[in-house]
């Protein structure tokens, strides 16, 4: 059983940064598809960074301003956001699969992320 706990949420200026924090625990953290989603207000959740192996992917939206540090020493995943955006403005989740399964089992309680312009 994988729990994830997020944190590093708060409110922000554009232009401002801030970097979340995903805490694993109760798995073999080294072994898991890790990934950041996002669900701002009347929109739907969207898939915003994922990390496999040493592989790394983003969302067109955040490329260039995101990255998804990890550090499996730690059992820890983290979301650089830089150049922060009004558009930003959501709740963002962790999330965890295994690397050879497309189903995300795994999932944090998120943390409110406000950008203000």
């Known amino acids: 059983q994988v729990q994830l706990v997020e944190s590093g949420g708060g409110l922000v200026q554009a232009g401002e940064s801030l970097r979340l924090s995903c805490a694993a625990s109760?798995?073999?953290?080294?072994?898991?598809?890790m990934g950041w989603y996002r669900q701002a207000l009347g929109k739907q959740r969207e898939l915003v960074a994922v990390?496999?192996?040493?592989?790394?992917n983003y969302a067109d939206s955040v490329r260039g301003r995101f990255t998804i540090p990890r550090d499996n020493a730690k059992n820890t995943l983290y979301l650089q956001m830089n150049s922060l955006k009004p558009e930003d403005t959501a709740v963002y989740y962790c999330?965890?699969?295994?690397?050879?399964?497309?189903?995300?089992?795994?999932w944090g309680q998120g943390t409110q992320v406000t950008v203000s312009s």
């Open positions: 999330a965890a699969r295994q690397r050879t399964t497309t189903r995300w089992d795994y």
């Open positions: 109760g798995g073999i953290f080294s072994i898991l598809a």
């Open positions: 990390t496999s192996g040493g592989s790394r």
